[in-house]
């Protein structure tokens, strides 16, 4: 009777405790549903690149163990034999010195292209799906991730149309040179980290700059450099160089010089940005060179002077120079390209300058019409035109003919790390400034109202429309041995002991590395394929000089003869396997003329054992 009347709230959460509930999770539904109806477009371009990517590697689909990149085989090997080795960082089984390859002396991760970073995140897929299946996603995510990335970075920081921003991305993500590079090159095509820093490197270059609009939009000026957007930027950059580095270095190392070309050429032409910005902007680079050191140092010491490191590259820049009339032939790989034009590189994993005359021309007339308006174009510009010319490598070479005329990387050659770049590669920083200058000059024609609104565009999608790709061929390969795949490897060799495959695997023949890599690495092999100190006087050099034994048994799979074997011939083989420390030499049914080589082992190791579907031979 004296009791208070219950309030309105008291009423309403009395009678349904329910609506409540829903009225928090209604707002954060139409939130998604806001932010997916805002971002739709954005998002169906990222599934068409996504698509597209999957397409043009869709021969590796649906079997990627029975499948391989017909280009480029061997790579493909090399890389799933990386991705298996990075996966064991799940198993806490990780060093940059891994003794599973090159028994006894082991291999330096970090000299070779390793994609550390990449084999760790996706080392649940590995482990679980196999190391091919692993390749097979990395090589369309990086086409697509890279497309996605630059798309982004031109419609939130140049601020371009979709339109634009769209043909420049398919450019950057699905260029000849990043096409050709999927041919189990993963670490050349994971870019899509190139965007984010030139985004840092932007953000830096506002933030130092006194002069600055204020960000709500007024239009006076800001007082004085934002120190905080400066230490957020270093911060960030020094976070996604270090990541890189662990992806792939070369690809960083042409990032660096390309937005150091376009710094210069910036300064140079805005002379009152570069006095206002230079002291917050130097200090900013100063800070995000020291955080990453502190975390590089390291692993940098170790690639360079630690175990099996090497300090210069393996590759002979006079070999692997653009062939000048490159620059205006089409990739075989794209719809407008002929076999013909293969003659003018090493391989067809290397179609780096193959832009085609019509994107050259088209590209040099957008940016003489953007002329002096923007400053980004300019340099964009003159960094193609200096990376262009750095690709020629130390002689130009014209329809495969060296002439005596040098190139301009005679200025670098010989220079530390540039070395072990490889100067047709420069190229491969072409795409994405070109594609910078295309998306410029299209955006500019979109939001005019003459002629070029219409010509531009058309002009921009006709040039490009030679280069689009086609999907990368690919062939079946021989079916791992049951004696791997159903671990009945385990009877020869213990966990992290080492196993002698028959042939041995060599940077010509690295297919027994894939005996490890369906194992997941489980167990270490002797030889192979990597980046070791074994060239003259300690520099790099492919693999190592083979033992004896090792190139006995090579000689026989080759030929299929049957060698007389000695008493000089057994101790050798006793001295390879104890040098090897290996517990167990193996024969799989289906090898080259495995016959002679199961006689010739007999002779050397005794009577063998028979495994699943191969010969064992304790030792």
Same mark, same amino acid.
């Given at each position: 009777?004296?009791? /208070? ?7 309403? %959460? ?34 068409? %690149? +996504? ?38 960082? =799940? ?34 897929? +590995? ?273 495969? +003919? ?23 590669? %420069? ?52 079916? =791992? ?104 030499? /193996?024969?799989?049914?289906? +090898? ?28």
């Amino acid at each position: 009777m004296s009791s /208070a009347p219950p309030t309105t709230t008291e009423v309403a %959460f009395e009678r349904d405790p329910r609506p409540a509930g829903r009225a928090v999770r209604r707002p954060r539904s139409a939130r998604i549903r806001a932010w997916l109806g805002h971002h739709r477009r954005d998002l169906a371009v990222a599934l068409f %690149f +996504t698509a597209f990517a999957g397409w043009l590697t869709h021969g590796l689909w649906p079997n990627p163990g029975a499948r391989t990149l017909a280009l480029n085989p061997a790579d493909q090997a090399l890389y799933e034999w990386f991705l298996a080795v990075d996966a064991r960082a =799940l198993f806490g089984d990780f060093g940059l010195l891994t003794d599973r390859l090159n028994a006894p002396d082991g291999v330096n991760l970090m000299a070779n292209t390793t994609v550390i970073a990449l084999g760790i995140a996706l080392a649940p897929v +590995t482990l679980l799906l196999g190391a091919p299946v692993t390749f097979a996603l990395l090589a369309a995510a990086n086409l697509a991730g890279t497309a996605v990335a630059w798309y982004l970075l031109f419609t939130r920081t140049l601020r371009a149309r979709r339109l634009a921003a769209g043909l420049g991305a398919g450019l950057c993500g699905f260029g000849p040179g990043m096409v050709s590079q999927t041919n189990s090159h993963l670490h050349m095509t994971a870019q899509w980290l190139v965007p984010l820093i030139v985004w840092l490197v932007v953000r830096l270059l506002r933030a130092a700059d006194p002069r600055r609009l204020r960000p709500v939009g007024a239009r006076t000026p800001a007082a004085g450099p934002d120190r905080r957007r400066i230490v957020s930027s270093a911060v960030g950059l020094a976070a996604v160089v270090t990541a890189q580095v662990f992806i792939g270095e070369e690809v960083l190392f042409l990032a660096a010089v390309t937005l150091l070309v376009m710094a210069v050429t910036c300064a140079v032409v805005d002379r009152d940005l570069a006095r206002r910005a230079l002291p917050g902007f130097a200090a900013g680079m100063a800070l995000a060179t020291g955080l990453a050191l502190v975390v590089l140092a390291y692993p940098l010491w170790f690639q360079f002077a630690g175990p099996q490191g090497v300090a210069d590259g393996v590759f002979n820049p006079r070999h692997f120079s653009a062939d000048l009339r490159s620059w205006w032939a089409v990739s075989p790989l794209s719809v407008g390209g002929g076999d013909e034009a293969a003659g003018l590189t090493t391989g067809p994993a290397e179609y780096n300058t193959f832009l085609g005359w019509p994107l050259l021309l088209v590209t040099a007339v957008c940016a003489v019409w953007l002329g002096r308006r923007r400053p980004a174009a300019i340099a964009c510009a003159v960094a193609a035109l200096v990376m262009g010319a750095l690709s020629l490598g130390p002689s130009v070479v014209v329809g495969g +003919t060296r002439t005596p005329v040098p190139g301009p990387y005679v200025l670098l050659a010989g220079l530390p790390v540039v070395d072990g770049a490889l100067p047709m590669r %420069f190229a491969l920083a072409v795409l994405p400034l070109a594609a910078t200058l295309l998306v410029l000059a299209v955006d500019r024609a979109l939001r005019g109202t003459g002629r070029a609104r219409r010509l531009v565009p058309a002009a921009v999608g006709a040039a490009l429309l030679p280069l689009v790709p086609t999907p990368l061929p690919t062939a079946d390969r021989p079916p =791992l041995p049951e004696f791997v795949t159903g671990g009945h490897w385990r009877a020869c060799v213990e966990p992290g002991g080492v196993l002698v495959p028959v042939p041995l695997p060599s940077p010509r023949e690295p297919w027994p590395m894939r005996w490890a890599a369906a194992a997941d690495v489980a167990f270490g092999l002797p030889e192979g394929f990597f980046i070791g100190s074994y060239g003259r006087h300690g520099t790099a050099a492919f693999g190592v000089y083979p033992r004896p034994t090792s190139a006995l048994l090579a000689d026989v799979a080759r030929r299929g003869d049957r060698p007389v074997i000695g008493e000089e011939q057994r101790r050798q083989a006793a001295r390879d396997v104890d040098y090897w420390d290996a517990s167990c030499v /193996a024969l799989a049914d289906g +090898t080259p003329h495995a016959e002679s080589l199961r006689i010739t082992l007999e002779q050397l190791y005794g009577p063998a054992t028979r495994v699943a579907d191969a010969w064992i031979w304790r030792v």
